[in-house]
Every structure is written in C-alpha cells, then in structure tokens.
C-alpha cells in the first residue's frame, strides 16, 4: 500500500493468504480480559471498551456493536501511529480502509486542518454513508470527531484512542474541536461515537512524559468524583508507572466510569459536566501563553489543579492535609516542567476560556477529596494571586 504523508490514501485489499488466515483465526470476547463500560447520553448509547489486544479484533468488535462496514471506512491517524501500530490495525479488515494523516501537535488542531482532511474525503470519494475511525491521541480525537460531525452535516465516527490522555477522557462524552489563536477548543461540536476501544498495548510505545501527562487527567477524575481512585492512585504508583496491565486498566477503567457518569446526567456541559473542567482554567490558559509549544496538555492540568487547590484551600473547601495531600498525588506522577511567564499573561489568555460566560468566569473546586463544585464569583485578585503563586512554584520546577 503507498502511502503519503498528509494525503488521502486509497488502499487496495488484503491478499487471498491473508484473508483465508483470519478467517481461520478464533475470536474471543472474555469479558474478564475486556471491560465494557455504558456511556448513555440522551442523543446517543455506546460502549467503551477497554483491555488488551483489541486492534486485531477491531472488526468484529464493531460488528457486535452494530456498526456495519460501509463502502468508505476512514482511518484518521498520526505518521507516527501509523507506523507502530499498522499491522495490528488492519489485522480483521478484509479491505484497507482509507487512511488520512494528522501531524501531531496542538498547531495542527486547527480548522485549515479540518479543511484539507475533508476535501481528501471528498476526492476520495466519502459520502454521507462513510464511516470515520480516528486512531491516534487527543488530538486526532478531537479533531476527528469535529471533521465527522460536520463532514455532509454528519457522519458517524469511532475513537480508537492509542495514548492514556485520549483514553481516560477526551475520547469519551462527544467533545470535538479544533482550536483558535485566541484560544483553545473555542471552535467545536458535540458528536457522540458510535463506540470506543481503547486498547492498553498501545500505551507500551508511549513516552514516559505522555503517559504520567496522561495520568494528570486521572489524578483529576478521582478529586472531583472518586476517593477510592486517589486511594488507588496514591498506593500503587509504582505499579501504574510500571506500567502493569492490571493497575493501568483499573485507572483508565475508573476513569472512564467516572466522565461516563458524569456525561449521562449532563451531556452538554449544561452544569454539573462543568467538574470535568478541573485544573483546566489555568492549564488552558497556561498553554495558550506558552504558545502550545513547551507544556503537554495533562502537565498543563497538573499545574492548573494546583492553582486550584490553592484557591479552594484560601476559600475552605479543603483543609491544609488534603491540600498537602493532593498536591503530593500530584507530585507522585510528576515533575511538571518549569515555567517562566508573567502572571498578567496568564491572567489574559483565562480571559479566553471557554467556559467563561457572560463576563463570567467559572472555576471548578474540589470539596474534600472525591467531590468538587462550580464557583462563579472569581475575582480578578484571586486569580491574579493563584496565577502568580502557581507560577512561582513553576518557575523553580
């Protein structure tokens, strides 16, 4: 098969060899090895899947979920991913899917990226039947279900997600978009996938700085919304960082248990999905200064968790212990990167976050350990004050 770097990619069959050894090939579903976790929505019901070894199967794992094969299957991926994870991909399809291209990085998260990926699905012939697979990190999550949700007004889509970020939250509850210079994920849409598997394997070829980033948006899930999950965390660190298959899946399964909760009884961030946002204020607003160029997005949620348990400890939703305590948990799945900004930068690009409303702008707290809240009476001072603490804490990383 050629292929071609940012080009839409026309595949032509496995061979009668290879198609005669799948079908000889047995396929199990041992619900012991594969958690199955139900994410239901009012616009749309689906599994996520999560275990070991389920590209091979990817097929007929979508089959079982009712997601039959149309004439045009999509695969959005990263050159990258591509390369390390091909072969295992394609192992149950009886015909190579299209394959596009996203270059990794948040500079390519943009809507003359989404142009490009839609006029290739057009010449290569997609249609409103076509089916889009994206199979990658975050961004080509995020990026892939905005181009699906707007290609021929809609097209249904599957998260395949190959880093630990991608897998414990933002392949799940239908966010997509894609980002602006003002900010990010300003330009979006809500488009739930059709199903989710996130095979733990591919976490055998992430670097180790994107898998601790990654373990930052759990460390988040388990503050706002689950103690046994800090537990977890906080006791076998070195198992995770190990990363043992066992402690990996019992995080990225409650993880995942957790935001599936949390979409069911607020699919469109209406209010309580809000607590999801954790960390991200200022963690968003710390990538945004630094041009997207020197933080990972989950070591951008760390510091960002940080300023907030800072603002949460000098408004008494957390005592000093359970400040110390978080912040060591934290820590535990560190170091975060040094940083060198000036407050009032970081002041400015908060500005733009997108869950500021009305001049309004809302930050998420924890109360205790395991429960978190929506304040929307920040001052300016505060969060000058937070900004500045948390970046001279920072600057001496």
Request: charged share 20%; proline share 4%; net charge positive.
């Amino acid at each position: 098969m050629a292929e071609l770097n940012g080009s839409a990619i026309v595949a032509c069959g496995h061979s009668l060899q290879r198609t005669l050894s799948l079908a000889r090939r047995p396929l199990h579903y041992d619900k012991s090895i594969v958690q199955t976790i139900g994410v239901d929505t009012p616009s749309a019901k689906y599994n996520v899947h999560v275990g070991s070894n389920l590209l091979e199967t990817l097929v007929p794992r979508m089959r079982r979920a009712g997601i039959a094969l149309p004439r045009r299957v999509f695969v959005l991926t990263s050159p990258a991913i591509w390369a390390l994870w091909k072969e295992a991909f394609l192992t149950s399809f009886a015909e190579e899917p299209i394959v596009l291209f996203l270059e990794p990085g948040e500079k390519f998260k943009t809507l003359t990226s989404v142009e490009r990926l839609a006029r290739e699905m057009v010449r290569a012939g997609g249609d409103r039947g076509s089916l889009l697979i994206a199979f990658g990190g975050g961004i080509v999550g995020d990026v892939g279900g905005f181009l699906a949700a707007i290609f021929m007004r809609g097209i249904p889509f599957v998260q395949v997600p190959t880093t630990l970020l991608a897998q414990v939250d933002s392949s799940v509850g239908g966010k997509t978009g894609v980002n602006l210079a003002e900010g990010k994920n300003l330009i979006g849409s809500f488009h739930q996938p059709r199903a989710v598997y996130a095979d733990i394997r591919t976490l055998s070829t992430l670097p180790e700085r994107e898998l601790k980033a990654g373990l930052q948006e759990s460390v988040k899930a388990g503050i706002i919304r689950d103690r046994a999950l800090v537990r977890f965390m906080e006791s076998k660190a070195t198992q995770i960082l190990a990363r043992e298959p066992k402690a990996l899946e019992k995080v990225i399964a409650a993880s995942i248990r957790m935001k599936a909760d949390v979409v069911h009884l607020d699919e469109r961030e209406g209010g309580l999905r809000m607590i999801l946002n954790f960390g991200h204020t200022i963690g968003h607003a710390l990538e945004q200064a630094t041009g997207y160029k020197v933080l990972l997005h989950g070591e951008a949620v760390g510091w960002g968790m940080i300023a907030a348990l800072d603002l949460a400890l000098a408004r008494g939703t957390i005592s000093r212990a359970q400040h110390e305590r978080l912040e060591r948990l934290i820590a535990m799945y560190g170091p975060l990167p040094a940083l060198t900004l000036r407050p009032a930068r970081v002041v400015a690009a908060a500005g733009h976050d997108k869950k500021s409303i009305g001049g309004v702008l809302r930050f998420i707290l924890p109360i205790g350990i395991g429960s978190s809240g929506i304040v929307e009476d920040v001052t300016p001072e505060e969060l000058a004050e937070i900004a500045a603490s948390v970046l001279v804490r920072a600057k001496q990383a």
